[in-house]
Each structure stands twice: as structure tokens, then as C-alpha cells.
């Protein structure tokens, strides 16, 4: 039997393939080294291994997360080999300075944070718009205690965000300065160039009310080229598509009834039951017996980072 390759994603908004970063990611990489898989933009992340989008679908079998996926394509036979010993480093890098720029003014952001899962919610089925929007957001919560010591539940003013600010603005720096008028960071395309052009994506195109970032990415001529033409060249097909359907695409497309529950987070009773009931059907759905409290089940692949022992050097 033939190969049938699909990639199941967020859908996403006009300039933006898929709205979530793990999503754009996976997409510009397979669009990247021309593998022939198929975009599914109706992705369902409780039909995740993981739990989580972005997975890859071949015939019957199931591979969650960007780096399974980029492994998977390998043993397939395509050519995913970074071909700079630096990329691990610079990858290494960008998450540890855009990384938490963009998960905190994405979630974390109070004027932000409800459009954010309301993006989010309005890309799945109940009772998973209510589920996974704060399993996120939990994730996120935990990012900023580990890397930034403070808490999204901590009091606004004690969210330690002028670090997180002033690194995502000297990482772009970095960055246009080292591509220059290069179409690509390095010398050939490699999986760093899908991934800065994920981030600078989502940066700069998702809607957002506060983004002080975005301004900082106008006055970087060479990351906006770099877009331009990474844009062209490898995701024609999806811009064309979200270029046709603008005049239908709204960043707050929920009824007005769906939007204010979503703001007040719902009740905290039916938050509680939601959670249970996905819970317990997606541990039945993969053998498992017992509900764990762990995130381990429901890892989000968005937030991994494999090279974390890499470090790179600025100078």
C-alpha cells in the first residue's frame, strides 16, 4: 500500500498557515526538505499520540511532536540533517530568549491572554475548547516559574517581563544581523531556518493588543526580507489559500455567548468535570488504567527543547 502522509495542525489566520508555533514550525520543515505530506488544518489534538498538534499521520500510524516527526522523516530517507554544527546551538538559543517572550504575551499578557484561547478554542470541538486552552495555559504557567521565577497566577505587577523584553529584542538583533541579506541563516537551508521563521511569524503576525516586540521586528530589515522570501518560496501554497479565504478570517470568530464564558473561564465546577471527562477518555482510548496528575500524559511538544545542554555564544 502507498505512503499517505498527513500533518494534523491548527488552522491559522491570514499570513500565519497555523496560528500555534509547534504547528508553523513542522510545516515550514516539511515544506522545507519537499516531503509529500498533506496539510490538515482541522487538527483534533485529543487524536494526538501525545495529546497535543502537531502530529503526523502515515497510513495507520501516528507520530506526535516536532522533533518525533523530524526523526521519523529521516528513517523515511529524507534529508533532515541540520548540515552546521551551530544549528543546535542557535536553536538552543532562540528558545531560551523568544520562547518566553512569545508563550507569556501570548498567554500570560492580561490583554492578550482571552484572545489567545479563544483562537485556540474556536479550532476545536466542545468540551476540548475548554480543556485544552487552560492546559496551555498551565504549561505556560510552568515555563515562566522554571525560566523566569514568577507565576501567571502572581499579582500583574510582579510579572518580571522587562528581562523577558529586552532579551527577545537583542535575540532579533542577533539574528538580522547574522542572516544579512542571506536567504537563509547558514549557507543552505536547515531545520533553524523553519524555526525562526516560526517564531518571527507568530511575532509578527498573530493579533495581539499588546506586542512590543512587532515594532522591534519593523526596524529589522533583514528578518522582514528573510520572511518575504522564505514566505515565497516554501509556503506559496499555504499563504495563497489564507489569501483567498481573508475577508472570512476573524481573529475573534466565537459567538458573543462562547466568548464572554471563555473570558470568565467558565465555572469552576464544569472546568473540573471537562477535565476529568478528557482525562479519563484519553487514558482508556491508550491503555492506560490509572488518571495521572502528571503532564507527562498530555505533553505539549511546543514547549520541548531537546538541545537544552548547548549553549551559544553572541559574540
Not at 538583533?173 to 537563509?184: D, R, V, W
Not at 488504567?289 to 502528571?294: G, M, Y
Request: aromatic share 12%; hydrophobic share 35%; with cysteine.
Amino acid at each position: 500500500m502507498a505512503e499517505v502522509m498527513e500533518i494534523f495542525v491548527y488552522k491559522g489566520l491570514y499570513n500565519l498557515p497555523s496560528i500555534d508555533f509547534e504547528c508553523l514550525r513542522t510545516i515550514s520543515f516539511i515544506r522545507l526538505i519537499n516531503a509529500p505530506v498533506t496539510i490538515q488544518s482541522n487538527g483534533n489534538p485529543y487524536r494526538s499520540p501525545n495529546g497535543s498538534l502537531p502530529y503526523l499521520k502515515c497510513n495507520d500510524e501516528k507520530i506526535a511532536g516536532f522533533t518525533k516527526i523530524v526523526k521519523y522523516l529521516q528513517v523515511k530517507g529524507y534529508d533532515t540533517s541540520s548540515k552546521n554544527g551551530l544549528s543546535p546551538a542557535y536553536t538552543s538559543y532562540l528558545y531560551d530568549n523568544l520562547n518566553p517572550y512569545l508563550q507569556y504575551f501570548l498567554w500570560g499578557d492580561q490583554t492578550n491572554s482571552d484572545n489567545t484561547r479563544m483562537l485556540y478554542a474556536k479550532r476545536m470541538i466542545f468540551p476540548l475548547s475548554y480543556y485544552y486552552p487552560q492546559k496551555y495555559a498551565k504549561k505556560v504557567d510552568d515555563l515562566m516559574m522554571s525560566m523566569e521565577q514568577f507565576s501567571l497566577n502572581d499579582k500583574f505587577e510582579d510579572h518580571s517581563i522587562i528581562g523577558i523584553i529586552v532579551r527577545a529584542k537583542k535575540c532579533l538583533n542577533t539574528l538580522n544581523e547574522k542572516i544579512g541579506s542571506k536567504p537563509y541563516l547558514f549557507q543552505m537551508s536547515t531545520e533553524i531556518d523553519a524555526t525562526i521563521y516560526a517564531y518571527i511569524s507568530i511575532l509578527y503576525h498573530i493579533p495581539m493588543a499588546n506586542n512590543p516586540i512587532k515594532s522591534h521586528i519593523q526596524e529589522c530589515p533583514n528578518l522582514l526580507q528573510f520572511l518575504d522570501k522564505f514566505g515565497k518560496k516554501f509556503m506559496a501554497t499555504e499563504l495563497k489559500l489564507y489569501e483567498q479565504d481573508r475577508p472570512n478570517l476573524s481573529t475573534n470568530d466565537l459567538t458573543n455567548s462562547d466568548a464572554d464564558r471563555l473570558s470568565k473561564h467558565g465555572p469552576k465546577v464544569l472546568s473540573v468535570i471537562v477535565a476529568l471527562t478528557v482525562m479519563t477518555a484519553f487514558a482508556i482510548r491508550n491503555g492506560i488504567f490509572r488518571i495521572s496528575s502528571s503532564d507527562d500524559d498530555y505533553d505539549v511538544s511546543g514547549f520541548e527543547n531537546e538541545d537544552d545542554d548547548e549553549t551559544f555564544d553572541e559574540s
